[in-house]
């Protein structure tokens, strides 16, 4: 049973426009969620995180957005850029657990 | 410094090689992970040190033998691998989420590509 889901394998949008990944999860349990880059080859780079506490948290170009209550998030990314081309997965912990969920990624390609 | 650091950054090893996979943060961290990663999957993780401690093994096959020296380095000792092993091995590295940190994101080292030939 996939706890994190990513249900857009890939998305396509144009460069200087927004770009906007989502993520449901089911477990209650999970307070901190973050988001990860991946390019081919490499390891993931950690983008930016948020709390359960919160509902926004924004960094740069980045922000993630949190509803709890319909256990859904999303990275929005403005102005997208051909460097942002990648992918992302979405992941999720739990207090006092080692563990992260990760979702299966989304392939994000910006055209230029 | 949000820095992971992996060696070798490729190894092609036979079924009856041994050999060894090495990972070094200077985050002080205290927590560091080993994860799989297989083309367009996510990460799957395979063992947790914290404080220089195995906290967890996902029944993970002898093959792979995880060793933490001291708090900054993590090795994982390869032996009689099978071709299905041919992966991504990432290391990654965090506070201590079971410290009361509410900050616990895992920092990840670039990875080494493992070929089993």
């Known amino acids: 049973d996939q706890q994190v889901k990513q249900n857009s394998p890939s998305l396509s949008v144009q460069e200087g426009r927004i770009s906007i990944l989502n993520c449901d999860y089911t477990n209650s349990m999970f307070d901190y969620f973050l988001w990860y880059k991946k390019y081919p080859a490499e390891g ?3 983008l930016i995180s948020i709390s359960s506490i919160k509902d926004k948290n924004e960094d740069g170009r980045f ?3 949190l509803n709890k209550s319909a256990k859904h998030l999303s990275l929005h990314i403005v102005p997208s850029q051909p460097g942002d081309s990648a992918v992302y997965f979405c992941a999720a912990g739990g207090a006092g657990s080692y563990q992260l969920t990760f979702g299966k990624g989304t ?3 910006v055209i230029p | 410094d949000t820095e992971v650091t992996q060696t070798p950054k490729h190894l092609v090893m036979g079924m009856t090689n041994k050999k060894s996979l090495k990972c070094e943060q ?3 961290h205290r ?3 080993w994860y799989k990663q297989k083309a367009k ?4 993780l395979m063992f947790v040190y914290s404080y220089e401690k195995l906290s967890i093994n996902e029944s993970v096959p002898s093959r792979f033998s995880p060793e ?3 708090s900054s380095l993590l090795n994982l000792h390869l032996h009689a691998l099978q071709p299905e092993d041919s992966a991504l091995y990432l290391c990654a590295s965090s506070q201590d989420p079971t ?3 509410i900050r616990y994101e895992q920092y990840f080292g670039p990875g080494t590509r493992l070929t089993v030939t």
């Open chain 2, 41 to 44: 999957k996510p990460p799957e």
């Open chain 1, 107 to 109: 392939k994000l390609s």
């Open chain 1, 63 to 65: 922000t993630v957005f």
């Open chain 2, 68 to 70: 933490c020296p001291n």
């Open chain 2, 99 to 101: 410290s009361g940190t």
């Open chain 2, 31 to 33: 927590a560091m992970y």
């Open chain 2, 26 to 28: 200077h985050m002080g």
């Open chain 1, 44 to 46: 993931p780079t950690f």
